[in-house]
């Protein structure tokens, strides 16, 4: 069966990808497009946001999500909320900048909260509702030098969780996906950081630092984080809420 033959499983459902214009948040964008939901993407880059939304027919909505306080009053009219907007920090803690942290911490669990406290309404009154929220094995796990980030993702899976609990009598499903390391933007950028801070070869920290925990010795595509996305979605994935599902090639198997 090829994508094209995708079931329209979300036809007249409206799709919002936060990050949307790249990486996770793009294939994201394409897999639920295809199963017909009309999508908008959401992102602090215009351009990429305007191109990604031309590529699945949708619509754009330039924002900076980091800019909390512009949300408080925000209303979504959506069905299907992707949380997936975010950036990485490698540092440290005695020498992590104490606003980098702030930023970590405003764009991957304030947001969330506030994107969801806008959509929730909406979603109750229709009765169906999806709340994916891309989290990461480090939402499970620790790394040195990442405590912006691991504190945020476990930040998270807590407000997917209280969200789960809160929208199940709503016909609202929140969950995280958990993934190890997926071939983004996000990802390559870190290279040189990590090459740094762990005193190795750009070219070895692949294979020496982000494969160090993982059975399965690859990056993770970004279109097979999607796939669990759509379905997620989907009528068959009703009964799943409150749940982290792993990606990660077996790292949080030890």
């Known amino acids: 069966m090829t994508e094209h033959h995708l079931i329209q499983d979300l036809t007249q459902k409206r799709a919002l990808i936060t990050g949307g214009a790249s990486g996770i948040g793009l294939a994201c964008a394409h897999e639920f497009a295809r199963r017909g939901a009309h999508v908008t993407i959401a992102d602090v880059n215009a351009d990429a946001a305007t191109a990604a939304a031309t590529e699945v027919g949708g619509e754009s909505w330039v924002v900076d999500l980091a800019d909390t306080a512009a949300l408080d009053d925000l209303i979504l009219d959506v069905d299907i909320l992707v949380n997936n907007a975010g950036f990485q920090r490698v540092s440290p803690i005695q020498d992590f900048d104490p606003d980098a942290f702030r930023l970590v911490l405003r764009l991957m669990l304030e947001s969330p909260f506030l994107l969801v406290r806008a959509a929730l309404p909406g979603m109750y009154e229709r009765g169906w509702g999806r709340v994916i929220n891309i989290s990461s094995a480090h939402g499970l796990r620790a790394s ?28 609202v499903t929140s969950n995280c996906i958990n993934p190890a390391y997926v071939r983004t933007p996000l990802v390559e950028k870190q290279i040189v950081d990590q090459a740094k801070v762990h005193g190795v070869a750009e070219s070895e920290v692949v294979e020496k630092i982000m494969l160090t925990e993982t059975a399965i010795k690859r990056l993770i595509e970004p279109d097979e984080v999607a796939s669990l996305a759509g379905w997620l979605a989907s009528d068959k994935a009703g009964m799943v809420t409150g749940a982290s599902y792993t990606m990660d090639g077996g790292w949080t198997a030890r």
């Not at 912006?148 to 709503?170: C, D, I, N, Q, R």
Request: hydrophobic share 35%; aromatic share 8%; glycine share 18%.
């Open 144 to 171: 040195p030098f990442k405590s912006a980030y691991v504190a945020a993702k476990h930040g998270l899976e807590g407000l997917s969780k209280v969200t789960a609990l809160e929208g199940g009598p709503h016909g």
